[in-house]
């Protein structure tokens, strides 16, 4: 007995953990762009943590459903209303068969997760329900959902936490004036010293094109380059490059001047230079960026990369303890 | 050549075999890559050869950044101690060069392009000294072309053409990006040919397309029911121009799923090429053809 979608919101899409394995052909591991969100919603209604929900972008969709069940909603601020009602987000709540969600407006962050006892059941593509629309993969026929789709369920175990929820102080969001650390490299000797300095100090802003595939970033100083002779191959722009894969997180500036910051549905690769790479940690805060929030890069070293993965692994686990 | 090792975050080692881009760089990026395949190294999680460069994703909970950059390094010596040989496929992609469908796109796009008096084969052709377009097509479905990369979108190839570095063709990409590339043009940019899998914005000159799908997510289409991509890097291409009564009985072809493409094995050796490539060439278009 599946949900019925009235209406879609902006650019809801179904999202899981992603189908890791396939980048060297050009197809990105994809998957929830806030993935403690995306676990913590899975968490509350009784599901494995990679089971695929609904990727909410600034706005939500409005849903019947025709079957009992448990939904969470997690991430951005996007208050869920059941029949008119507003109730409490992060927290695993009882619906039955006939009742209608909707969302209030969003107060906070980009992208919400909404997860249903049972996941989302569509099929797999390359082992995940993913929505790839460049590729026409995972989701319904490869794309965002739309009005008058229906989402079938899984089969619940019957461990949702009806009435569960996960207190602010378990929650990871970004602050107020957002810092993302990024580890410098690449092609970091591409630009001058003076270049680099200045653009860990100076605020940059969301740009309007951030969506799944990347982030962009204006306001700062153009890059100041180190003058080469093009390699062959390269192109004669400064910041062109030979085409070379392109890792997840890395902050590509094409012509110096404004950086994107590539996610989860990544090209997979391209002929512009990076400056370095935003580290895994960092990566769900970005998904809840919106337009215009400033935004400053700051420098860390590996240890520093490794130890901030610890805690974000660590939170989940605290999350887990809080749940069990 | 010294490769150069990088971090890509705490979750990827970069290697730039060359700056530049040579078919000995793309050979020892594909050396490289097999050898961490092959050693199937715990923590290693998606092996990307680009086309002078390459990429390795990893899971640092399992593996110390530190010791997987290690363990790369002591592999490159004995990756260039390997014969630069391979066991692959000569493909035969037919290409209707000028047609209607990309010159439709580019006339949209002429304020985003270097020549706006011109078509991007006009341009191009110009730019690298041919007299006519007819020559450029020549040039460019002549010699046969290395696959040198599969990415930037659901299985998109970079080619990279098996000729003297003074008979590359070289193009600028446009001055700004399109936002639409009908499926299946055969682009340039820089040094490399692409055939765009799927539709969608591109930077790339538009030469002409294929009527021969490269990426089926429902894996419908015969030769791609194995797998949905249908490019690996090592692949050899060989262009064939087309009409448009071939486009049109080759399209038919795929629509019935009757479409096979002409596919050899071939055996490349990189010394034999550097020391005869006209030989070489002619010797894969033997292969290809001879039956």
């Not at chain 1, 902006?10 to 890791?20: C, S």
């Not at chain 2, 680009?50 to 990756?79: C, G, R, W």
Request: hydrophobic fraction near 40%; charged fraction near 25%.
């Amino acid at each position: 007995m599946p949900i019925n979608v009235i209406t879609s919101g902006f650019a809801t899409t179904i999202q899981d953990l992603g189908r890791p394995g396939y980048y060297h052909l050009g197809i990105p591991m994809g998957g929830a762009m806030d993935r403690f969100a995306m676990r913590c919603a899975n968490m509350l209604v009784g599901n494995d943590e990679g089971a695929a929900g609904l990727e909410c972008v600034f706005m939500g969709p409005e849903l019947e459903f025709t079957q009992d069940c448990t939904f969470a909603v997690t991430g951005g601020d996007l208050p869920p209303k059941l029949d008119g009602e507003v109730l409490e987000s992060w927290t695993a709540i009882a619906v039955k068969a006939g009742q209608k969600l909707s969302f209030d407006y969003l107060r906070s962050g980009a992208r919400a997760y909404l997860a249903f006892s049972g996941g989302i059941d569509t099929p797999l593509d390359l082992g995940s329900r993913s929505t790839y629309p460049i590729g026409a993969l995972g989701g319904i026929d490869g794309r965002a959902v739309q009005p008058g789709d229906t989402l079938p369920l899984g089969m619940a175990d019957g461990t949702a936490k009806t009435g569960a929820h996960i207190p602010e102080k378990l929650r990871r969001m970004p602050a107020q004036e957002t810092e993302l650390r990024v580890l410098p490299g690449l092609y970091w000797h591409r630009i001058t010293e003076a270049s680099g300095t200045r653009f860990f100090e100076e605020t940059w802003k969301v740009a309007s094109e951030a969506d799944r595939m990347g982030y962009r970033f204006k306001g700062g100083t153009p890059l100041e380059f180190v003058d080469r002779e093009p390699p062959f191959g390269a192109g004669s722009d400064p910041s062109n490059i030979t085409d070379a894969c392109y890792p997840y997180g890395s902050v590509q500036v094409p012509s110096g001047t404004e950086p994107i910051i590539l996610h989860r549905d990544a090209v997979s690769g391209g002929g512009y230079f990076m400056i370095g790479t935003v580290i895994s940690a960092d990566m769900d805060l970005i998904g809840q960026l919106q337009p215009n929030v400033p935004t400053r890069f700051v420098k860390v070293d590996m240890d520093t990369a490794l130890a901030a993965r610890k805690e974000r692994a660590s939170a989940l686990d605290a999350v887990r303890a809080h749940l069990a | 050549m010294t490769s150069r090792y990088t971090f890509g975050g705490d979750e990827h080692v970069f290697v730039e075999v060359s700056e530049e881009m040579s078919l000995e760089a793309f050979f020892t990026t594909l050396s490289m890559t097999n050898a961490v395949r092959d050693a199937k190294i715990d923590g290693v999680t998606e092996i990307c050869p680009a086309n002078a460069s390459f990429q390795i994703k990893f899971d640092p909970d399992v593996i110390h950044p530190d010791a997987l950059m290690d363990k790369l390094k002591s592999m490159e010596t004995t990756a260039a101690k390997q014969e630069p040989k391979l066991t692959t496929r000569i493909i035969e992609i037919p290409v209707y060069y000028q047609d209607p469908w990309t010159h439709e796109t580019l006339m949209r796009f002429r304020e985003r392009h270097q020549d706006p008096e011109a078509t991007d084969i006009e341009y191009a052709a110009r730019i690298n000294g041919y007299d006519s377009v007819e020559a450029f097509i020549a040039a460019h479905s002549g010699a046969p072309w290395f696959v040198s990369m599969v990415g930037f979108v659901s299985g998109l190839p970079f080619l990279y053409q098996m000729v003297e570095r003074e008979r590359q063709i070289q193009v600028p990409k446009y001055l700004r990006p399109r936002t639409d590339t009908p499926k299946l043009t055969v682009g340039y940019g820089g040094c490399f040919s692409c055939v765009y899998s799927v539709r969608g914005a591109g930077g790339y000159q538009m030469f002409g397309v294929t009527p021969m799908p490269i990426y089926d997510p429902e894996q419908k289409t015969g030769y791609l029911k194995d797998f949905m991509v249908f490019f690996k890097p090592g692949d050899i291409v060989k262009w064939k121009p087309i009409d448009r009564a071939e486009y049109d009985r080759c399209l038919a072809e795929v629509e019935a799923n009757t479409y096979a493409p002409r596919i050899r094995e071939v055996v490349f050796s990189l010394d034999a090429f550097n020391a005869d490539i006209n030989g070489t060439n002619a010797k894969l278009e033997e292969a290809l053809y001879a039956d």
